[in-house]
């Protein structure tokens, strides 16, 4: 069946730990996106791409580093940058058509917690 | 700047009752609206769209909702809600040539037997 793998599942970090969430589809959709949940907030994207080896940030970019070496993969690192990382993210893909917006698919997700 | 809300943190209904989770969204321009769902510690599913055409559109599991444009909103409904229907819905919009989605903070809809 097709469709988007997170992985892990759950993770954790460490004070001053760089850390990098999987995400891979099988999907061939060209859009891929990153998303964070917090409780009450509702979804802010992070990083997306359109295109393989091209990524624009989102609305909450910093202390976050994305990149797209194969259209399957997208992966996230969260830096040490980011003071606030805990968060349950999500991962997800879209095919890119002209006139009408396809919907999102969406992975299960990464909880990260910080040690 | 385009945004959406959903005024309700959380909505309860009798199982065999309608239920309405309401949207309104701000744009400049025509919007692309959708519903999505969102399990316990899962991703989010998609529901329904609206693009153009007819206001009402139906989507997956029995979920409706209705496009009303001089009053900003995308209300989704069911005529006869289900205990399973219990979940986090999120509400998003789009512009026409771009893929971001602006997503309102949820509406957690609990359904009682």
């Known amino acids: 069946d097709g469709g988007i793998t997170q992985s892990p599942k759950y993770l954790f970090r460490k004070e001053g730990q760089n850390v990098t969430l999987s995400c891979e589809q099988n999907?061939?959709?060209?859009?891929m996106y990153w998303y964070r949940q917090d409780p009450g907030q509702g979804l802010r994207l992070i990083y997306y791409?359109?295109?393989?080896?091209?990524?624009q940030k989102g609305d909450i970019a910093e202390g976050y580093s994305v990149s797209r070496e194969k259209k399957e993969s997208f992966p996230l690192t969260v830096t040490s940058a980011q003071k606030n990382p805990t968060a349950f993210y999500l991962c997800a893909s879209s095919t890119l058509r002209q006139g009408e917006n396809q919907p999102q698919h969406f992975g299960d997700g990464t909880r990260l917690s910080i040690l | 700047a385009q945004s959406v809300a959903q005024p309700e943190d959380q909505v309860n209904v009798a199982e065999g009752n309608p239920l309405t989770v309401k949207c309104t969204y701000s744009?400049?321009?025509?919007?692309?609206l959708f519903w999505y769902v969102q399990y316990p510690n899962r991703g989010l599913q998609f529901l329904l769209k609206?693009?153009?055409?007819?206001?009402l559109v139906k989507g997956s599991y029995g979920f409706e909702a209705e496009f009303n444009k001089s009053q900003t909103s995308f209300h989704l409904k069911k005529p006869s809600a289900l205990v399973s229907d219990s979940a986090l819905y999120f509400c998003a919009v789009s512009l026409w040539g771009t893929d971001k989605l602006i997503f309102g903070t949820g509406t957690r809809l609990q359904v009682f037997p």
């Open positions: 999907l061939n959709h060209d859009a």
């Open positions: 744009v400049s321009g025509n919007p692309y």
């Open positions: 609206y693009i153009t055409g007819d206001n």
């Open positions: 791409s359109q295109i393989v080896n091209d990524f």
